[in-house]
């Protein structure tokens, strides 16, 4: 009489078999977005996000014009993880570039939300006139953001650093350079455990809180920042001081200030900025 195999051995070959099937699926995957091109991305982004001038494939790719919003928002190129897609959702490692400005970073993505991670580049603030940097102003921005989330219509959490260095306007002090100056957005900390929970909230309000410090250029500054993202303004309000060895335009630059608002017990200049981007 035939012995029937025991509920382990079953168990054992139905977990080979679902093994075998998800490589096999797997391996399916890998070929169909090898060879599949790079427009079909486009069917997995929101409708405020246009890819233009395409070529490479799904798996690999790029669009020579990006535009969000119908903005020119430069160009990117990207590396999938087709991992996913198996929840609809994007995966990749993103390269974008606006002039002189490059920018790397992870990305997932959905029909509605975003979130970036790791995001770091440099280059050229005049480059990025066309999200808001006021024209006139030049410098060097180094970007570390970690990280970056939202919908496409709103920022709901932001942290990490924008340093700008060697920054200077043709309306202050002859274009004299103003040194260098670091934009920090705070990771929100859980009160009882001090850990970060990703990344600074907006709140209902749509507003995002950071700080300004210099980095030890010809300008003592210390200031806080608050950028109204529903309005597209941004609040600056703090104190600035020339340093001993600021140039001479610089020092005249300031004592004019001082001369219309005063000075704080340090010495340094109340400042109350108000623009837009």
Do not use: C
């Amino acid at each position: 009489m035939p012995v029937s195999p025991s509920p382990s051995r079953i168990n054992q070959s139905l977990h080979s078999y679902r093994a075998f099937v998800l490589m096999g699926l797997a391996a399916a995957t890998a070929v169909i977005l090898w060879v599949l091109p790079a427009s079909v991305l486009t069917h997995f982004l929101p409708d405020t996000v246009k890819l233009e001038e395409l070529s490479g494939t799904l798996w690999h790719g790029s669009a020579q014009k990006l535009r969000v919003e119908g903005r020119d928002s430069g160009s990117v190129e990207w590396v999938l993880h087709p991992s996913g897609l198996l929840y609809f959702k994007l995966v990749a490692d993103l390269h974008w570039v606006k002039s002189g400005v490059q920018i790397d970073g992870s990305i997932v993505l959905d029909k509605s939300n975003f979130e970036i991670h790791n995001l770091r580049g440099n280059g050229p603030i005049e480059d990025l006139r066309d999200f808001g940097v006021p024209s006139g102003w030049i410098g060097q921005a180094d970007i570390h953001l970690n990280p970056v989330a939202g919908t496409f219509t709103r920022i709901t959490r932001v942290s990490g650093d924008i340093k700008v260095e060697q920054i200077a306007s043709a309306q202050i002090a002859n274009g004299t350079s103003l040194g260098g100056y670091n934009l920090h957005f705070p990771n929100n900390l859980d009160p009882s455990n001090s850990t970060p929970l990703g990344g600074s909230a907006v709140d209902a309000s749509d507003i995002i809180n950071l700080s300004l410090t210099d980095l030890g250029g010809p300008v003592e500054a210390k200031a806080s920042v608050k950028l109204v993202m529903t309005e597209h303004t941004a609040t600056l309000t703090g104190t600035v001081k020339a340093r001993s060895d600021a140039p001479a335009s610089l020092q005249e630059e300031i004592q004019r200030l001082a001369q219309m608002r005063g000075r704080d017990a340090q010495g340094g200049v109340p400042v109350d900025v108000e623009f837009t981007f």
